[in-house]
T-cell receptor
Framework: GQQLNQSPQSMFIQEGEDVSMNCTSS?????WLWYKQDPGEGPVLLIA?????ELTSNGRLTAQFGITRKDSFLNISASIPSDVGIYFC???????????FGTGTRLTIIP | DGGITQSPKYLFRKEGQNVTLSCEQN?????MYWYRQDPGQGLRLIYY???????QKGDIAEGYSVSREKKESFPLTVTSAQKNPTAFYLC?????????????FGPGTRLLVL
């Protein structure tokens, strides 16, 4: 499948800080999805993006479909303890191929 | 309640034994998937099925087998040929194949080889 580079691999932040993470691909995509996985559970969809330049929010989360169509960004504002978990990007050319998951960004909040 | 269930939550296997992980969904989804998760490696696709009685290999199918005899069920067998089976296994499903790529995940099964 496609290779996705997701960074950073892990983040250690204090409560209240903003968070940014991104995913890049070697080819053009038409779909980017972002999921969150709580410890010991299955991932849950946060935001879906289908158009270059699209900016979509879900509460304190905002995701963007990069203009080049080769990247996507997820931002979390004013982090809270329940934001802890692993965030996965999921991208590809929906309709032509299976989407691929990134390697994940593990978010930890330091007391 | 509509959802996707996996059982058991934890599974122990002796070396050389086959073991089957259960995945059931009542969401009326056509497509179902199996992923393996290891620390630091994200989600790797083992097998997927777009429709009953049909399935395709994913990126890491060796040592695994599946069946899709019913729309609601997609069991995964980890065979003795899988040399490193200890991992967290996630099952997912998605609404009519082609309509959306949003996947709904089960709670996972953690397999430990003794």
């Amino acid at each position: 499948g496609q290779q996705l580079n997701q960074s950073p691999q892990s983040m250690f932040i204090q409560e209240g800080e903003d968070v940014s993470m991104n995913c890049t691909s070697s080819s053009i995509f038409n779909t980017w999805l972002w999921y969150k996985q709580d410890p010991g559970e299955g991932p849950v969809l946060l935001i879906a993006l289908y158009k270059a330049g699209e900016l979509t929010s879900n509460g304190r989360l905002t995701a963007q479909f990069g203009i080049t169509r080769k990247d996507s960004f997820l931002n979390i504002s004013a982090s809270i303890p329940s934001d802890v978990g692993i965030y996965f990007c999921n991208g590809g050319n929906f309709g032509n191929e299976k989407l691929t998951f990134g390697t994940g960004t593990r978010l930890t909040i330091i007391p | 309640d509509g959802g996707i269930t996996q059982s058991p939550k934890y599974l122990f296997r002796k070396e050389g034994q086959n073991v089957t992980l259960s995945c059931e969904q009542n969401l009326n989804h056509d497509a179902m998937y199996w992923y393996r998760q290891d620390p630091g490696q994200g989600l790797r696709l083992i097998y997927y099925s777009q429709i009953v009685n049909d399935f395709q290999k994913g990126d890491i199918a060796e040592g695994y087998s599946v069946s899709r005899e019913k729309k609601e069920s997609f069991p995964l067998t980890v065979t003795s040929a899988q040399k490193n089976p200890t991992a967290f296994y996630l099952c997912a499903s998605s609404a009519p194949a082609g309509a959306t790529e949003t996947q709904y995940f089960g709670p996972g099964t953690r397999l430990l080889v003794l």
